[in-house]
């Protein structure tokens, strides 16, 4: 037999390269491996870089500097799915590095990653795309093209994935875009509320949170709440506040009912329910602090809405914000108080929270916390708007004084609000003079100084409400408070400056104020105001008016008239017309002045130095005097008048040394004539039955004065002017006392003829012209014609002629008439 011969091996083909196993340790070496065309170097090296880049951020940053990114960018959209799925989880895990982000940006990879979003891929390739998807959606751009390239179908239907990363990741991408409004308007039309409720019985509280925290988002859309009841998502929120073992997600269910309760749809399907009920009940018996205060934010947002909060109402919601406030933590008692303030638009709401809600109120604005001091006495001022019953309660509660203590508090707001309570208290006279008692006008003070303007607005306002009392306008001027407001003349706040023009006007009410408010250069703001188109107002005109109207002098001055309803009394002057811009001076700054040739400056005082002088020491307005009372005098108490004259001239001067008293004050000179005159008038004019023969006596009776009456031709030999400058050398003084002119031209006959006019009650005004022209219009009624009685007629002006033809009646408007002005 013959031999077997063994068969030799064929060698392998030669363009075939035998398997090779390469080990690498280096990064950059991998990545080069991302440009191999084979599919298992790839599938390798993608691997091999995810667990690099899963070890720390440093690793990705060096990924990054390698260009891995630009490589895999390629192979996310590889033929092979194990290369696809690696190159994804490599991105997945590298996009929590922020400048990986912005590299990812740059290379637009949102649209291939999306399209790995299909049902038919990989869970893992749905996994990490996902993940990448919501790294990267933190950013404002992102989200607009994951949205256009229609990125949010995909994302709700992996909601329903079995995988609970993939679930997560969809999440927390859909929770980042729906805070864009136009993401929340697309959602709901993709019905992602069903996959949300059925999330929140997931058996991982972080994928619960995360519904949880997108049903709040997307609740805030009405539609979203109205397909939350429908779907039954509310039974669903409720159920999970009264499972204490998901205590943990009570807060954000919370928040999410809280935006229910905005909706009155919403609400009432939750009343007709009882979940409403439920929900205060359980609101009532928790005490995690939390959850108590964003149930009270809940309720205060809610409150906005007229129906909601009769809703609220009629669950009696006033009784857990009472209990609320006695809670010891203070951001429940802040919470608390907001929603009372919000709830107090409810007549019914604001009667039963400040029935029982005020004394615990009056008791929080003495905490050491500023901001439950402000929720405090915010609350306060909503309970006490408009209501009686409630300011009352408040003084009842001793609350004057924390009030009073709380506008010197830290924040604006508290103080704010203070002033609105005590300004709502004052509406009630017991409760303004308690707080007079405090000293409220001397607290005002540095409120007026705030550079808040709600601050500023209030505190003007106040001082209106408690500068009707003339003691507590005394108390604002000593301390220093017209400046402040003054200040506020200037605020370009309309509410500020309307306010505080309102408070001028009631605080010139008296003459000293009216006085110190002129100094203080509130008359110059007022006119410059009132020239204004835009910042004029009828507060503004009112309070240019009052302050003149009690500084009459200085009305004189600038305007050159005074109407029958302006009462000249002591302390009156005249010089002249004011330049405009000029400073007016007082009289006493003028008494200072040396002698000059200038036109002297009238003065009126029918009072006694004595009197002056205590007046002076006890630092009180000199008071109107009674007998210039226009009211009484025209009633027809002469008899008054003529007594008290008799009295002051029976006064025993005092000893030199008390009138002195113990500080070298200026007092204003007596006029002892201007007394006479006053008296004589009161005895010779007052019986007269009328009033026209009232004032043509008295016209006789103030040029028989002042020098007769004077020819027409013969005027300009009239030397009055020669006499004025005899009067001033004698007194040494440019302050010259009516009583004491023999000589008198027009305007000195005028100024008397109002001065005795005003006294004796009859109602004349007093009118400057040019050059030394002066006049006085009285209003008459005209004797009935002949024939006729009965008949009712208008009164007529007339001038009255104190020069030419003393006593004569010039009808106004006459050529007489204009004829006597220009003379």
């Known amino acids: 037999m013959g031999k077997k011969v063994k068969k030799e091996a064929e060698p392998p083909p030669k363009d075939v390269f035998d398997p090779l196993l390469i080990e690498s340790k280096t990064p950059e070496t991998v990545v080069l491996m991302l440009s191999s065309p084979e599919t298992e170097v790839l599938t390798k090296a993608c691997d091999a870089l995810y667990k690099f880049a899963s070890k720390d951020d440093e690793n990705k940053v060096t990924l990054l500097g390698l260009g891995a990114l630009e490589h895999l960018y390629k192979l996310i959209s590889h033929e092979d799915p194990i290369v696809r799925r690696n190159a994804i989880m490599v991105f997945g895990i590298m996009a929590s590095n922020h400048n990986v982000k912005k590299l990812l940006r740059e290379l637009d990879v949102t649209n291939p990653l999306i399209s790995q979003l299909a049902p038919e891929e990989d869970v893992v390739i749905h996994e990490f795309a996902t993940l990448c998807l919501a790294h990267m959606a933190v950013e404002s751009t992102t989200k607009v093209k994951i949205f256009e390239q229609g990125g949010l179908e995909p994302l709700i239907k992996l909601l329903g994935s079995p995988d609970p990363d993939v679930q997560k990741n969809s999440l927390e991408c859909i929770y980042l875009l729906v805070q864009d409004f136009q993401n929340r308007a697309a959602v709901s039309e993709l019905n992602v509320i069903p996959p949300l409720l059925e999330l929140l019985e997931s058996e991982y509280p972080v994928i619960q949170l995360l519904a949880l925290q997108t049903l709040e988002v997307i609740s805030k859309d009405r539609e979203t709440r109205i397909i939350l009841g429908d779907k039954n998502g509310l039974d669903c929120l409720l159920k999970i506040l009264e499972t204490n073992e998901l205590s943990d997600l009570h807060i954000k269910t919370l928040a999410v009912l809280g935006n229910c309760l905005e909706d009155v749809h919403t609400l009432q399907l939750i009343q007709q329910t009882g979940g409403l009920k439920k929900l205060l009940s359980l609101l009532g018996v928790s005490t995690v602090p939390d959850i108590q205060k964003n149930a009270a934010k809940a309720i205060t947002k809610a409150a ?29 008692k802040v919470a608390a108080s907001q929603a009372i303030s919000a709830m107090c638009k409810n007549v019914d709401s604001k009667c039963a929270l400040g029935l029982q809600g005020i004394p615990q109120l009056v008791q929080l604005l003495s905490s050491d916390n500023e901001e439950v001091k402000e929720a405090a006495v915010t609350a306060l001022a909503s309970l006490t708007e408009a209501s009686h019953s409630n300011a009352s309660a408040v003084a009842e509660a001793e609350g004057i004084e924390p009030l009073v203590n709380t506008l010197s508090a830290q924040r604006d707001g508290a103080i704010a609000n203070a002033v609105a309570v005590l300004t709502n208290l004052a509406m009630q006279e017991s409760s303004r003079v308690s707080i007079q008692s405090h000293g409220i006008m001397s607290a005002l003070v540095e409120p007026l100084h705030s550079t808040n303007s709600q601050v500023q607005s209030k505190a003007a306002f106040a001082v209106a409400a408690f500068g009707c009392d003339a003691v507590a306008r005394t108390e604002l001027r000593n301390a220093g408070g017209l400046g402040p407001l003054v200040e506020l003349l200037h605020s370009k706040n309309e509410e500020v400056r309307r306010n505080a023009c309102w408070a001028v006007t009631v605080c010139a009410s008296d003459e000293p104020t009216a006085v110190e408010l002129c100094r203080l250069g509130a008359l110059d703001i007022l006119e410059e105001i009132n020239l204004s188109i835009k910042r004029k107002n009828k507060f503004s005109e009112a309070a240019l008016e009052k302050l003149l109207d009690n500084n009459l002098s200085q009305k004189y001055s600038r305007l050159g008239y005074l109407s029958s309803s302006n009462i000249i009394t002591n302390g009156f002057y005249d010089c002249g017309q004011i330049k405009p811009g000029a400073e007016f001076l007082s009289l006493e700054e003028l008494s200072m002045q040396e002698l000059t040739d200038r036109r002297a400056i009238i003065f009126i005082n029918a009072k006694p130095q004595e009197d002056l002088a205590v007046e002076k020491a006890q630092d009180s307005p000199p008071p109107i005097s009674k007998i210039g009372s226009k009211e009484k005098a025209r009633k027809g108490k002469g008899k008054k008048e003529e007594e008290k004259a008799k009295e002051v001239t029976d006064i025993t001067p005092k000893d030199p040394e008390e009138i002195n008293l113990e500080n070298s004050l200026w007092l204003p000179p007596s006029d002892i004539i201007l007394m006479d005159y006053i008296n004589d008038a009161s005895k010779t004019i007052l019986p007269l ?20 009456s004077i020819e027409r031709d013969k005027l300009h030999d009239f030397s009055w002017e020669l006499h004025i400058s005899e009067i001033e050398f004698e007194l040494k003084c440019n302050i010259v006392p009516i009583g004491k002119i023999k000589k008198g031209t027009f305007y000195h006959r005028a100024l008397l003829f109002k001065v005795i006019a005003d006294r004796i009650g009859i109602g004349c005004s007093l009118v400057r012209g040019k050059y030394n022209r002066a006049w006085n219009e009285v209003k008459l009624v005209d004797d009935f014609p002949k024939g006729i009685a009965g008949l ?18 010039i009808k106004q408007g006459s050529a007489k008439a204009d004829q006597y002005k220009r003379i």
């Open 304 to 332: 906005c809405d007229s129906e909601i909060r009769k809703i609220l109402n009629e669950e009696e919601v006033e009784k857990c914000l009472l209990n609320l406030l006695e809670t010891g933590n203070d951001e429940v």
């Open 689 to 708: 039955t009328t009033t026209r023969e009232q004032v043509v006596a008295l016209a006789q009776f103030v040029a028989d004065r002042m020098g007769g």
């Open 792 to 809: 009712l007629l208008p009164p007529q002006e007339y001038i009255v002629d104190l020069m030419f033809e003393p006593g004569f009646l």
